[in-house]
Protein backbone atom coordinates (compact mmCIF):
# COMPACT_ATOMS: atom_id res chain seq x y z
CA UNK A 1 0.00 0.00 0.00
CA UNK A 2 1.33 3.48 -0.58
CA UNK A 3 1.84 6.20 2.44
CA UNK A 4 -1.95 6.47 3.00
CA UNK A 5 -2.85 7.95 6.33
CA UNK A 6 -3.33 5.19 9.07
CA UNK A 7 -6.68 7.49 9.41
CA UNK A 8 -8.02 5.82 6.14
CA UNK A 9 -5.85 2.75 5.50
CA UNK A 10 -7.47 1.20 9.42
CA UNK A 11 -10.66 2.64 8.89
CA UNK A 12 -12.72 -0.25 8.34
CA UNK A 13 -17.17 -0.91 8.74
CA UNK A 14 -17.59 -3.32 11.48
CA UNK A 15 -20.82 -4.66 12.79
CA UNK A 16 -19.19 -5.89 16.36
CA UNK A 17 -20.09 -2.68 18.29
CA UNK A 18 -19.12 -2.87 22.10
CA UNK A 19 -22.79 -2.85 23.96
CA UNK A 20 -21.65 -1.29 26.87
CA UNK A 21 -19.14 1.40 25.09
CA UNK A 22 -20.75 4.60 25.06
CA UNK A 23 -19.45 8.11 22.94
CA UNK A 24 -19.13 10.96 25.20
CA UNK A 25 -20.75 14.07 24.47
CA UNK A 26 -17.06 16.02 23.97
CA UNK A 27 -16.96 13.13 21.21
CA UNK A 28 -20.56 13.72 19.77
CA UNK A 29 -19.41 17.48 19.07
CA UNK A 30 -16.47 16.82 17.45
CA UNK A 31 -17.62 14.09 14.94
CA UNK A 32 -20.53 16.60 13.97
CA UNK A 33 -18.13 19.64 13.87
CA UNK A 34 -16.30 17.19 11.04
CA UNK A 35 -19.44 17.06 9.00
CA UNK A 36 -20.07 20.21 9.68
CA UNK A 37 -16.80 21.29 7.89
CA UNK A 38 -16.80 19.06 4.85
CA UNK A 39 -16.84 20.81 1.73
CA UNK A 40 -19.82 21.68 -0.04
CA UNK A 41 -21.72 22.56 -3.41
CA UNK A 42 -21.94 27.07 -2.75
CA UNK A 43 -21.73 26.24 1.30
CA UNK A 44 -25.12 24.62 0.87
CA UNK A 45 -23.97 22.54 3.59
CA UNK A 46 -27.19 20.35 2.99
CA UNK A 47 -26.79 17.79 5.35
CA UNK A 48 -29.13 17.45 8.72
CA UNK A 49 -28.43 15.17 11.71
CA UNK A 50 -30.42 13.55 13.99
CA UNK A 51 -28.38 11.99 16.93
CA UNK A 52 -29.60 8.64 18.92
CA UNK A 53 -27.96 7.56 21.73
CA UNK A 54 -28.25 3.46 23.10
CA UNK A 55 -31.31 3.60 25.01
CA UNK A 56 -32.56 6.57 24.47
CA UNK A 57 -36.16 7.11 22.22
CA UNK A 58 -34.46 8.69 19.33
CA UNK A 59 -31.98 5.78 18.50
CA UNK A 60 -34.96 3.16 19.17
CA UNK A 61 -36.70 5.12 16.55
CA UNK A 62 -34.09 4.75 14.04
CA UNK A 63 -33.82 0.92 15.01
CA UNK A 64 -37.21 0.21 14.22
CA UNK A 65 -36.53 1.87 10.54
CA UNK A 66 -33.56 -0.62 9.37
CA UNK A 67 -34.11 -4.00 8.30
CA UNK A 68 -34.01 -7.03 10.77
CA UNK A 69 -31.10 -8.34 9.72
CA UNK A 70 -29.37 -4.92 10.27
CA UNK A 71 -31.03 -4.48 13.53
CA UNK A 72 -29.10 -7.70 15.14
CA UNK A 73 -26.24 -5.51 14.83
CA UNK A 74 -26.99 -1.91 14.69
CA UNK A 75 -28.40 -2.25 18.11
CA UNK A 76 -25.05 -2.87 19.74
CA UNK A 77 -23.56 0.46 18.45
CA UNK A 78 -23.27 3.62 21.21
CA UNK A 79 -24.98 6.16 18.80
CA UNK A 80 -27.47 5.74 15.65
CA UNK A 81 -27.25 8.92 13.77
CA UNK A 82 -30.07 9.24 10.76
CA UNK A 83 -28.08 11.81 8.20
CA UNK A 84 -30.65 13.27 5.97
CA UNK A 85 -31.23 16.08 3.26
CA UNK A 86 -33.24 18.54 1.43
CA UNK A 87 -35.81 16.38 -1.11
CA UNK A 88 -35.52 19.78 -3.37
CA UNK A 89 -33.46 22.67 -4.72
CA UNK A 90 -30.41 21.05 -4.08
CA UNK A 91 -29.34 18.66 -6.69
CA UNK A 92 -26.14 17.55 -5.64
CA UNK A 93 -27.57 17.52 -1.87
CA UNK A 94 -26.88 13.68 -1.78
CA UNK A 95 -23.28 13.92 -2.76
CA UNK A 96 -22.66 16.59 -0.35
CA UNK A 97 -24.30 14.60 2.13
CA UNK A 98 -21.69 11.88 1.22
CA UNK A 99 -18.78 14.15 1.90
CA UNK A 100 -20.16 14.95 5.65
CA UNK A 101 -20.27 11.79 6.77
CA UNK A 102 -16.85 10.91 5.31
CA UNK A 103 -15.30 13.52 7.03
CA UNK A 104 -17.46 12.20 10.41
CA UNK A 105 -15.73 8.93 9.54
CA UNK A 106 -12.52 9.73 9.09
CA UNK A 107 -12.35 12.05 12.83
CA UNK A 108 -13.66 8.87 14.40
CA UNK A 109 -11.17 6.88 13.36
CA UNK A 110 -9.23 9.28 15.00
CA UNK A 111 -11.08 9.09 18.11
CA UNK A 112 -10.81 5.68 18.04
CA UNK A 113 -14.37 4.88 17.12
CA UNK A 114 -16.04 3.00 14.15
CA UNK A 115 -18.40 3.86 12.12
CA UNK A 116 -20.60 1.58 9.82
CA UNK A 117 -23.29 2.88 7.04
CA UNK A 118 -26.43 1.17 6.50
CA UNK A 119 -27.92 2.43 3.22
CA UNK A 120 -31.39 0.18 3.25
CA UNK A 121 -33.85 2.14 5.84
CA UNK A 122 -37.44 2.64 5.70
CA UNK A 123 -37.57 6.00 4.87
CA UNK A 124 -40.98 7.48 5.29
CA UNK A 125 -40.89 5.48 8.71
CA UNK A 126 -38.09 7.22 9.63
CA UNK A 127 -39.81 10.30 8.68
CA UNK A 128 -42.92 9.79 10.52
CA UNK A 129 -41.11 8.29 13.55
CA UNK A 130 -38.97 11.70 13.94
CA UNK A 131 -41.04 13.87 12.75
CA UNK A 132 -38.54 15.18 10.32
CA UNK A 133 -39.61 18.09 8.06
CA UNK A 134 -41.50 17.16 4.88
CA UNK A 135 -38.59 18.74 2.99
CA UNK A 136 -36.32 16.23 4.22
CA UNK A 137 -35.32 13.14 2.87
CA UNK A 138 -33.50 10.36 5.27
CA UNK A 139 -30.94 9.19 3.29
CA UNK A 140 -28.47 6.80 5.28
CA UNK A 141 -28.23 5.44 8.54
CA UNK A 142 -24.53 5.58 10.76
CA UNK A 143 -23.94 3.31 13.08
CA UNK A 144 -21.16 5.04 15.67
CA UNK A 145 -19.34 3.11 18.83
CA UNK A 146 -16.11 0.90 19.99
CA UNK A 147 -15.27 -2.29 18.78
CA UNK A 148 -16.53 -4.85 20.25
CA UNK A 149 -16.26 -8.97 20.12
CA UNK A 150 -17.14 -10.34 16.92
CA UNK A 151 -17.72 -13.86 18.49
CA UNK A 152 -20.89 -11.95 20.05
CA UNK A 153 -22.45 -11.74 17.02
CA UNK A 154 -24.83 -14.01 15.31
CA UNK A 155 -23.10 -17.05 13.87
CA UNK A 156 -24.06 -15.59 9.89
CA UNK A 157 -22.04 -12.65 10.60
CA UNK A 158 -18.79 -13.72 12.36
CA UNK A 159 -17.21 -15.19 9.29
CA UNK A 160 -17.91 -11.50 7.34
CA UNK A 161 -17.04 -9.67 10.68
CA UNK A 162 -13.38 -11.66 10.18
CA UNK A 163 -12.59 -11.81 6.72
CA UNK A 164 -10.27 -9.92 5.96
CA UNK A 165 -10.99 -6.12 3.72
CA UNK A 166 -10.53 -6.31 0.65
CA UNK A 167 -10.58 -4.01 -2.22
CA UNK A 168 -10.37 -3.35 -6.06
CA UNK A 169 -6.84 -2.84 -7.32
CA UNK A 170 -6.48 0.69 -8.96
CA UNK A 171 -6.31 -0.86 -12.37
CA UNK A 172 -9.99 -1.78 -12.24
CA UNK A 173 -10.98 1.88 -10.62
CA UNK A 174 -8.99 4.02 -12.74
CA UNK A 175 -9.83 5.19 -16.06
CA UNK A 176 -7.20 5.45 -18.33
CA UNK A 177 -9.03 7.05 -21.10
CA UNK A 178 -6.23 7.04 -23.57
CA UNK A 179 -3.39 8.28 -21.00
CA UNK A 180 -0.64 6.37 -19.62
CA UNK A 181 -1.62 4.19 -17.09
CA UNK A 182 -0.35 4.59 -13.10
Not at 18 to 38: F, H, K, M, Y
Not at 67 to 79: D, I, K, N, T, V
Not at 88 to 108: C, F, K, R
Request: charge should be negative; include cysteine; proline fraction near 8%.
Amino acid sequence: MTDLTPLLAFRWSPRAFDPQAEVTPAEIATLLEAARWAPSIGNGQPWRFAVGHRDHDTFKRILVNLPPAEQRWAGRASLLVLVAHPRAGHPMAAYDLGQAVAHLTVQATALGLHVRQVTDLDRAGLAADLDLAADLRPYVVVAIGQLGDPLSLPADLVTRETTLRHRRPLSEIVLSCGDAPL
